[in-house]
């Protein structure tokens, strides 16, 4: 699969359909950056997998994104456009470091391996496989944010219901994963649309811009609504 095209979006969510989230972001990088093979894939800092994700999928789908975030205190959806030029924020420097009691720590920046492995609560980011329990958990999330922001992208809220504040996390991966489904399923309804009509298969179809495959599916309903409009003309003729 080369980028989030047509044909390689039909096959990237079939691909990920029994995935876990964790397992759809590498694969969403392998589409972002094809030349890597699975393990280089896994061993990526989630920083710098996202950015990728992320720089590639705009570059096929540019415009208003929509997004959405739900009230903590009153649960309404609150539906938010992302900003125009929005996009994970670069890496600060390669790794964090920390002082605590005395004593500095480097701390390399999670990959998504680190991900599934503290999954089973074995997340270790210093070397030498030293315990990382004897250092504060704030201390860490604070330098691994300040070393690169991109590991943390949140958005403030106002809930127009109740006036609740909040910030939430915007997950890179899931939102971009989301909205391939939500592209993959539109494309699937258009295509079922045309080769009903018309016989024609679904590689011919994909192979239609996207401007002429919506013509043909807004031709198709306009004369299903015009053939609707004649049949009740003619039940009122008869009644």
């Not at 896994?42 to 920083?47: A, F, I, Q, S």
Request: a negative charge; aromatic letters at 8%; charged letters at 25%.
């Amino acid at each position: 699969m080369t980028g989030f095209h047509r044909a390689s979006l039909l096959e990237l969510v079939a691909q990920g359909e029994d995935q876990s989230q964790l397992e759809r972001a590498v694969l969403l990088l392998r589409v972002a950056r094809p030349e890597l093979n699975l393990d280089t894939a896994w061993d990526w800092p989630v920083g710098d997998r996202d950015r990728a994700i992320w720089e590639t999928w705009r570059q096929h789908h540019r415009g208003a994104l929509e997004a959405v975030s739900a009230c903590p205190d009153c649960g309404d959806q609150l539906e938010y456009v992302l900003p125009e030029d929005f996009a994970p924020p670069p890496a600060v420097i390669d790794q964090a470091s920390i002082r605590f009691e005395g004593r500095e720590y480097i701390v390399r920046l999670p990959t998504s391996r680190d991900l599934l492995a503290a999954q089973r609560g074995e997340l270790n980011l210093l070397p030498g496989g030293e315990s990382m329990n004897i250092i504060p958990q704030h201390l860490i999330e604070e330098a691994l944010e300040a070393a690169d922001p991109g590991l943390d992208v949140a958005f403030a809220h106002t809930c127009p219901s109740c006036a609740a504040q909040w910030k939430q996390s915007f997950d890179v991966s899931r939102f971009v994963w989301q909205d391939c489904l939500q592209r993959a399923e539109r494309l699937l309804l258009d295509v079922d649309t045309i080769a009903r009509t018309y016989g024609w298969s679904e590689h011919e179809i994909l192979d239609l811009s996207e401007q002429r495959r919506l013509r043909y599916v807004a031709m198709i309903l306009e004369q299903a609504a015009g053939n609707i409009q004649r049949l009740h003309a003619g039940r009122q003729r008869l009644a």
